[in-house]
Nanobody, 123 residues
Framework: QVQLVESGGGLVQAGGSLTLSCAASGRTFSSAYVMGWFRQAPGKEREFVAA????????KYADSVKGRFTISRDNAKNTVYLQMNSLKPEDTAVYYCAAGPVFTSTPRPYDYWGQGTQVTVSS
């Protein structure tokens, strides 16, 4: 059984920073696996934020966060991070960590999901 556990969410003022963590346990992902971050604001669909390959570290970002957010991973700790800088009120959402076999911004191919962590950015 795979578990993804997010942490690091909270309340921050606009312009501030937060770092989210996603710890994976229960199995060792193959090097081909991909870790992604998605977010969902109230009344909106879940949207892609960023993704990274376990092997090689290739990354991709949503245009809305490019230049402000950085995704990284620590393979030894089975943990993925999302460093969020210059936060805006529109970044307010529940942030979810996900794992899957396809390097994509589409939620469907991701097999495993965390429970989510709330990020609230005040203006």
């Amino acid at each position: 059984q795979v578990q993804l556990v997010e942490s690091g969410g909270g309340l921050v003022q606009a312009g501030g920073s937060l770092t989210l963590s996603c710890a994976a346990s229960g199995r060792t992902f193959s090097s081909a696996y991909v870790m992604g971050w998605f977010r969902q604001a109230p009344g909106k669909e879940r949207e892609f934020v960023a993704a990274i390959r376990w092997s090689g570290g290739s990354t991709k970002y949503a245009d809305s966060v490019k230049g402000r957010f950085t995704i990284s991973r620590d393979n030894a700790k089975n943990t993925v991070y999302l460093q969020m800088n210059s936060l805006k009120p529109e970044d307010t959402a529940v942030y979810y960590c996900a794992a899957g076999p396809v390097f994509t911004s589409t939620p469907r191919p991701y097999d495993y999901w965390g429970q989510g962590t709330q990020v609230t950015v005040s203006s």
